[in-house]
């Protein structure tokens, strides 16, 4: 079985500041990992996603995971908080059978303070 | 080329109703999954299909049931509606390539309330 844990439900930080938003896994088989973002009245949009690849992933919007495996953690970063990242952000975890659902976290919520 | 749409956008129905809610995928996609959000409990999977069968099922009662089209649009059905079955309804759709992941594109979802 796998699941995801984020911590902080809810994260609040200035126009200009580093966003953190950490994700942990738990999969007993290599996982996928994403992190989707939802604006209000809207469905998921796909930031990045790890696939065994490169560890360090580049999203949109300027945002960027590490997959760090002896962490069992995928969080997600950006150097530079915008208004407009102010949403709800999702960790999902899935394997790499192709037709496993996706499993998400609880969610994040971002503010951004101007 | 259009996204995934979900009609209604938005349903209101009472307890012991049931509601019928539509999915179209994106063209050429022939999987469709279904998920649940609502506050307490997250991003639940309900089920997904794949060339008119259901291919996952996730762990919710009988009275959610689904079914997909030759043209791969698909429909979820939920009977006798209790008040925790107000959530927002989700649909994603994805193309079959072969490999060993194929990316979900989401719709705008169904917000359905339970009086």
């Known amino acids: 079985a796998q699941s995801v844990t984020q911590l902080g439900s809810h994260v609040s930080v200035s126009e200009g500041a580093l966003v953190l938003l950490r994700c942990n896994y738990s999969?007993?088989?290599?996982?996928?990992l994403f992190w989707y973002v939802q604006y209000p009245n809207q469905g998921l949009q796909l930031l990045l996603k790890y696939t065994s690849a490169a560890t360090l992933v580049k999203g949109i919007n300027g945002f960027e995971a590490e997959f760090k495996k002896s962490e069992t953690s995928f969080h997600l970063t950006k150097p530079s908080a915008h208004m407009s990242d102010a949403a709800e952000y999702f960790c999902a975890v899935t394997t790499n059978s192709g037709n496993t659902p996706l499993v998400f976290g609880k969610g994040t919520r971002l503010s951004v303070i101007a | 080329k259009a996204g995934v749409t979900q009609t209604p956008r938005y349903l209101i129905k009472t307890r012991g109703q049931q509601v019928t809610l539509s999915c179209s995928p994106i063209?050429?996609?022939?999987?469709v999954s279904w998920y649940q959000q609502t506050p307490g409990q997250g991003l639940q999977f309900l089920f997904e299909y794949f060339s008119e069968t259901q291919r996952n099922k996730g762990n919710f009662p009988g009275r959610f049931s689904g079914r997909q089209f030759s043209n791969s649009r698909s429909e979820m059905n939920v009977s006798t509606l209790e008040l925790g079955d107000s959530a927002l309804y989700l649909c994603a759709s994805s193309l079959e390539t072969g490999s060993s992941y194929n990316e979900q594109f989401f719709g705008p979802g169904t917000r359905l309330t339970v009086l």
């Open positions: 999969s007993s088989v290599p996982p996928y």
């Open positions: 063209s050429g996609h022939r999987s």
